[in-house]
Every structure is written in structure tokens, then in C-alpha cells.
């Protein structure tokens, strides 16, 4: 097992793919009754597309191991399931490597660069928000987190958002991020204004773009560019470009990180999902705080 020191087997193992021992069935429908378990296990939506991989040898030497795909939307994620080589059971395991820090192994593959942020430049707990316009429970956990937990912290955590809109369920979520950054570009305080605003209006977007589609989202992109005094034209330009190149690299960082709802949340690497309460963030931010105390201390 090398340097997996500990395995941990969830839902390990799945029902018998085959009715019987002596029941033969042909890949074809093989491969379709191992895609229903795995999107019954996955509880993956219809129109989910799942595709199974080439079958290898596995650590286990009974079973095969079998990477699978499941792609839902701009939202794809691998998993690998093991399949015994008598094809009749099926197992998804979940290893655990306990020679490393799992919360600075994920800190790690979080690229921060050229990312909106506030509070302390120098601050012990970094909390990273992957971030959706559109989403109520995102909208929520914004007024809570800079307005209610960032005054209490203000020199001591610094915010960092990211994007990960749900462009199936959030019609403009997407064009929203795309203008978001068309600011950022320019001056990261136009960004915050814009965030601020549309995170705290959201029921009026909402009306707006069902009145007008994006061209309220455009104006109101162009009104927080002139109120930060940026060039006018060049985040016109943008605007009507529309790039979400930045945006889709932000989408597939949160995917790999197995970001499963918005808002997620990283604080120190400790992976979270969800609304949290005033009170839930409050704990996790002391938790980083006495984490990273005895970390200097050692």
C-alpha cells in the first residue's frame, strides 16, 4: 500500500452486478448495469453523462480498478470504482493518505493569484470562497462573512473569492463572473463594489434579468467601473467580450477539489459547503487560529 497508511472503505461494497454465479451477461450489459449503480450511488441527475474507463489492474488483487467520469453541466468529476474479476461486485473506496497534511495539501493546489481579497495581507487564516452571483446561499454567507464575522476579524483573516457559478440552475451567473473580473482587471475595488452590490440586491437582479436579460448586469459593471474611475472603454470591451477563460479555470479548480455546492469554502484548507452561521464561522476561524498557533509553536 506504500505510503496509504490508512483505508477507509465507504459504501464498500455495491450489489451484485449479476443476478446469479452462473449468470454470464455481455459487456454491453455489463457496462449498463455497472452505470446504474454508480449513478444511483453518485445520485447523479438524468442528463448526468457517465463514462466508464478501460479496466486495469488494481492494488486489490481481486478486482479491477475503473476510472470513471460523471459530467454534469460545466461540472465534471473522476472518480476510480473496483470491480472483481469474477464481474460480479462492485466497490468505491476512499484512501487516506496520513503522511501528509491533508489541509496544506489542499491549500496548495489553490491558485490566489491576481484574486480579490480583504482584510490582513499578512493573516493567519485564509478563507477561500468559491463564489456564485446568482446562488441565495451564496448571497447569505456574503452578508455574514463581511459584514458580521470580518469586523470581529479584520486583522487576523483575510477573504479571497474565486468563481464557481452553476450556469445549469443560474442563467446569469456565469455573465456575471465575466464582468465581475472585466473590473478586477482594472481595480480590485470596483470588484468588491460590484460584489457587494449584486450580493446584497440579489432578489432584484433576479426581476432585472428576467425583465432585460444582461443588460442591467452590463450597466451596472460600467456604473461601479466610473464610480472607481476606471478607463471606460477597454472595460466596455470586456464586458462585450465576455472571456470566462479565467472563470472556467476557477470551475475546474473547484472540481478538483470536489466542491460539490456553492458557496464552498476553504478556511486554512478545512473544506466546508453551504450558508455556515455566524457561529459556525466563528468556530472555524478560531480552530485555524489555535491551529496555526501551535504549528509557530512547535
Not at 463594489?193 to 432578489?203: E, G, P, Q
Not at 470586456?238 to 479555470?249: E, F, G, N
Request: overall charge neutral; hydrophobic content about 40%; proline content about 3%.
Amino acid at each position: 500500500m506504500g505510503k496509504r497508511i490508512c483505508w477507509m472503505i465507504s459504501v464498500i461494497l455495491f450489489q451484485s452486478i449479476v443476478a446469479s454465479a452462473q449468470q454470464q451477461v455481455s459487456e454491453a450489459e455489463l457496462q449498463k448495469r455497472m452505470e446504474r449503480q454508480i449513478r444511483n450511488y453518485a445520485g447523479s441527475a438524468p442528463d448526468a453523462k457517465i463514462t466508464i474507463g478501460k479496466r486495469t489492474a488494481s492494488e486489490f488483487s481481486n478486482y479491477y480498478s475503473v476510472p470513471v467520469t460523471i459530467q454534469q453541466g460545466e461540472q465534471i468529476k473522476t472518480f476510480t470504482f473496483y470491480l472483481s474479476k469474477d464481474l460480479k461486485k462492485m466497490m468505491y473506496v476512499n484512501s487516506f493518505d496520513l503522511t501528509q497534511d491533508l489541509y496544506a495539501s489542499v491549500t496548495k493546489k489553490i491558485d490566489l493569484s491576481g484574486r480579490p481579497e480583504r482584510g490582513a495581507k499578512d493573516a493567519k487564516v485564509t478563507i477561500v470562497v468559491y463564489d456564485d452571483f446568482q446562488c441565495p446561499f451564496c448571497a447569505k454567507f456574503y452578508v455574514t462573512l463581511m459584514n458580521e464575522v470580518m469586523n470581529r476579524y479584520r486583522d487576523q483573516v483575510r477573504v479571497v473569492m474565486k468563481d464557481f457559478p452553476i450556469v445549469d440552475a443560474h442563467p446569469w451567473a456565469m455573465h456575471a463572473a465575466a464582468n465581475a473580473n472585466c473590473l478586477l482587471k482594472q481595480d480590485q475595488s470596483a470588484y468588491w463594489m460590484f460584489a457587494d452590490y449584486v450580493h446584497t440586491h440579489l432578489s432584484a437582479m433576479n426581476e432585472k434579468y428576467k425583465q432585460s436579460g444582461s443588460a442591467p448586469l452590463d450597466q451596472l459593471t460600467m456604473e461601479m467601473g466610473e464610480k472607481a474611475k476606471v478607463a471606460p472603454v477597454p472595460l466596455k470591451a470586456c464586458i462585450t467580450a465576455q472571456d470566462t477563460t479565467d472563470v472556467r479555470k476557477s470551475l475546474a479548480e473547484a472540481n478538483g477539489l470536489n466542491v460539490g455546492a456553492t458557496p464552498g469554502i476553504f478556511i486554512n484548507g478545512a473544506q466546508m459547503e453551504g450558508a455556515l452561521t455566524v457561529a459556525q464561522l466563528q468556530t472555524a476561524i478560531e480552530e485555524a487560529l489555535a491551529d496555526e498557533k501551535q504549528s509557530r509553536e512547535k
